[in-house]
């Protein structure tokens, strides 16, 4: 657990709410009513909670997920922008190691690269240099714990303690991160050019200092899945499959897909006015009637998993900058 410093007394209420909610969050366990039966597989639960300094063992439906985006992320990267990238860092070593000619054929590399950029990509501000991939599942999985921490989070900003606020918020996330570092094509030359002339005028640290800032300023945009919506997909799939042979099942995996997706609200990544979120309620309602009876259900489940698809996609292709 992170220490927190001394902090005022007059925010002392708010990091007993802290030490609580990460408190119940670290303790949680699956509620009955948000996980499958024993004799499911499984695909709609989340992985439980890792123990400190011990990897996270994922569910196999999030982490074939991380993969295809962690793949698909990896081809949008532009190699001449990671070679101008690469070029400014031999010029910083350069420079550390007093070898002023190196350090500027490393600038004058760098600049053509970006110079070549901006003529190819006119209408791109920015271009992807590197990415990570990651899966944050740190939610409490009970609800209880979840609307605590809610509580306890509204508390600090209503008191500006944005730290306290930011470190519960962070215990409120349940998400596929995929972070993109981009080279700024309005600025990075600029940058580069600056540190040519102070290299010039032998301010050699000053022109290092230009260059490493540069890299720290890349700019970062994030994409996020949810992984209780994941979870919902993969829920609804199954369903499909064992409809025939077991109808008992396929009700409670799709009551357990539709309390992912009241999680994915609590959570905070859709709105419950959201059409998307009232619309696959329904269809999930509706579904569960049809089960009950003998009708053909092949098109209802296309239009609910065709529906997931479509909610998954809009939100993972929204950018977080």
Avoid at 86 to 111: F, H, L
Avoid at 248 to 260: E, G, K, V
Wanted: proline letters at 8%; glycine letters at 4%.
């Amino acid at each position: 657990m992170r220490i927190i410093p001394a902090i005022p007394r007059i925010l002392l209420p708010i990091s007993l709410l802290i030490f609580a909610g990460i408190t119940a969050g670290c303790n949680s366990h699956p509620s009955a009513t948000q996980n499958p039966p024993p004799s499911n597989p499984t695909p709609s639960q989340p992985a439980p909670p890792a123990s400190p300094g011990q990897p996270q063992h994922l569910n196999p439906d999030v982490e074939k997920q991380r993969d295809e985006q962690n793949q698909q992320a990896r081809g949008t990267l532009n190699t001449d922008a990671m070679a101008a990238i690469g070029d400014t860092r031999k010029a910083i070593d350069a420079i550390a190691s007093g070898d002023k000619d190196k350090a500027m054929s490393a600038i004058e590399d760098a600049t053509g690269k970006v110079n070549i950029l901006l003529a190819r990509n006119p209408a791109t501000a920015l271009l992807p240099v590197d990415v990570t991939v990651e899966v944050i599942d740190v939610a409490p999985l009970d609800d209880k714990d979840v609307k605590r921490l809610i509580a306890s989070a509204e508390a600090a900003v209503a008191l500006h303690d944005f730290p306290a606020g930011r470190l519960l918020l962070y215990n409120l996330t349940s998400e596929l991160r995929v972070r993109t570092f981009n080279l700024p094509l309005a600025s990075y030359p600029d940058a580069l050019k600056q540190a040519a002339r102070l290299l010039d005028e032998g301010k050699n640290s000053d022109a290092s200092g230009v260059l490493q800032t540069a890299l720290n300023t890349l700019a970062i945009v994030d994409h996020v899945t949810p992984v209780p919506l994941i979870l919902a997909q993969a829920a609804v799939g199954t369903a499909q499959k064992i409809q025939q042979s077991d109808k008992a099942t396929a009700q409670a995996l799709l009551t357990a897909a539709s309390n992912q997706l009241r999680r994915c609200e609590e959570l905070g990544y859709i709105s419950s006015d959201s059409p998307d979120y009232k619309s696959l309620n329904q269809e999930i309602s509706d579904l569960q009637k049809q089960l009950k009876g003998t009708a053909n259900t092949t098109a209802p489940f296309e239009r609910l998993k065709a529906d997931i698809a479509s909610l998954l996609k809009k939100l993972s292709g929204k950018e977080h900058r």
